[in-house]
Every structure is written in structure tokens, then in C-alpha cells.
């Protein structure tokens, strides 16, 4: 089966410029989480999905952050007017469990999109 | 707030040796913790995942142990290859007002020689 998959792979943007990221979760995941990791860090969060709603996105650094998962499904991740400090991997996660499963829900991670602002 | 910290940052072993990363995190309040890791320019491959209830869980040549009382978790890798050169990422999901969101330490950078 499929994992986790994020589009592009690898992404160059000028400063000002907006950018939207993919992300296809496992099919059947309800919870969907993205992360975003800088260089040398461990990812730390940005949002959740569970289905179609955004119950969580206190992560978000910016209101040029803005995340979606209309149909409960794919995902994007759009930053608008990017800045150079928005430089990093963006991880994308999904889980079959609800956020309010407390067992063994493990989560399930895309190989990222590097996102390089210049 | 958790803070989950990994020491030591980096490490290099001659292949062959066992080897022991350590992890620790502030609030034990934890429903789990999980070891990934991470292949430069990859995304976090699932290691070990620890229940609160447990104390160890093992694969392979991989043995994660869970203090949770002391806010202490390691990773023991047996018979360390060259393979195994990665960064190692210790996270907890914590009971913090969180929706079920992983917090990452910084992760352990190790390469093995051969």
C-alpha cells in the first residue's frame, strides 16, 4: 500500500512570492498533522486535521500560514509571501486514529517538502 | 510546556559496537513515545513506539526502554552497521491540551565506520 506522499519534493521561491505543498495522507487516515522542521531541529507542529476540520492550529507561526483539507483527504499547506525565515522541511503526518484515540496510534510520515526561500 | 531533549547530539562508533542514545522529556504525562528515524533529505521512518503502560518494546536489533516516572527513554541498537547511520528522533505525545501532535527533540546524528 501507498504511504504518505508531499509534492513538490523540493521547492525554490523568491521572498514575496506564495507557495502551496502538497500533501496525500494514507487513504482512510482521519488525522492529519503538518510539522514544520528547520535545519538541525526536530519537527515541531503546525496544525491538525481530523477529516475535513481544522481542529488545531495554534502551531501556525503566521497568519501568511494557512492550511486546508477540504474533502478530508489531500491536504495544502499554503504560506503566503514567503520570507526567508520560512526556509525549512515541511512534514506532513497522518494517522488512522481520531486525536482522541489514546492507544496505539502511530503516525505515519511523508518524506517532506524542502522549501528553500531566497 | 514538554521539552524533550536527546543527548548526545552526535555520535560516531566503529561498526560492531552497541550503542545507547538517551532521550528525556520534562512532564510525564505522556500517552506515548516513539523513536523515528531520519535519512538526510527523507522524511521519519517509525522505529519503536512505546505505550505509557509499557516499559520496553524491541525489533529486530532495536530495544527502546520507557522510564516514564523519570522522564527517560533509550534506544540500544545491537551490533551497530554502517547501515544504521542516521539521525535518530526521540517524540512524545504528551495529555498537554495537544491534538494528538508529536513533541521532537533535537534527534542524535550517528555514524557508523566501517
Known amino acids: 500500500g501507498a504511504g504518505v506522499s508531499q509534492s513538490p519534493r523540493y521547492k525554490v521561491a523568491k521572498r514575496g512570492q506564495d507557495v502551496a505543498l502538497r500533501c496525500d495522507p494514507i487513504s482512510g487516515h482521519v488525522s492529519l498533522f503538518w510539522y514544520q522542521q528547520a535545519l538541525g531541529q526536530g519537527p515541531e507542529f503546525l496544525t491538525y486535521f481530523q477529516n475535513e476540520a481544522q481542529l488545531d492550529k495554534s502551531g501556525l507561526p503566521s497568519d501568511r500560514f494557512f492550511a486546508e483539507r477540504p474533502e478530508g483527504s489531500v491536504s495544502t499547506l499554503k504560506i503566503q509571501r514567503t520570507q526567508q525565515e520560512d526556509s525549512a522541511v515541511y512534514l506532513c503526518?497522518?494517522?488512522?486514529?481520531?486525536?482522541?484515540?489514546?492507544?496505539?496510534?502511530?503516525?505515519?510520515f511523508g518524506p517532506g517538502t524542502r522549501l528553500l526561500v531566497l | 510546556k514538554q521539552e524533550v531533549t536527546q543527548i548526545p547530539a552526535a555520535l560516531s562508533v566503529p561498526e560492531g559496537e552497541n550503542l545507547v542514545l538517551n532521550c528525556s522529556f520534562t512532564?510525564?504525562?505522556?500517552?506515548?513515545l516513539q523513536w523515528f528515524r531520519q535519512d538526510p533529505g527523507k522524511g521519519l521512518t517509525s522505529l519503536l513506539l512505546?505505550?505509557?503502560?509499557?516499559r520496553e518494546q524491541t525489533s529486530g536489533r532495536l530495544n527502546a526502554s520507557l522510564d516514564k516516572s523519570s522522564g527517560r527513554s533509550t534506544l540500544y541498537i545491537a551490533a551497530s552497521q554502517p547501515g544504521d547511520s542516521a539521525t535518530y528522533l526521540c517524540?512524545?505525545?504528551?495529555?498537554?491540551?495537544?491534538?494528538?501532535?508529536?513533541?521532537f527533540g533535537k534527534g542524535t546524528k550517528l555514524s557508523v565506520k566501517p
Open positions: 512505546i505505550q505509557s503502560s509499557q
Open positions: 517524540a512524545v505525545r504528551d495529555y498537554g491540551g495537544s491534538q494528538g501532535n508529536l513533541i
Open positions: 503526518a497522518s494517522s488512522i486514529q481520531p486525536s482522541t484515540f489514546t492507544g496505539v496510534g502511530a503516525q505515519y
Open positions: 512532564d510525564s504525562a505522556i500517552y506515548n
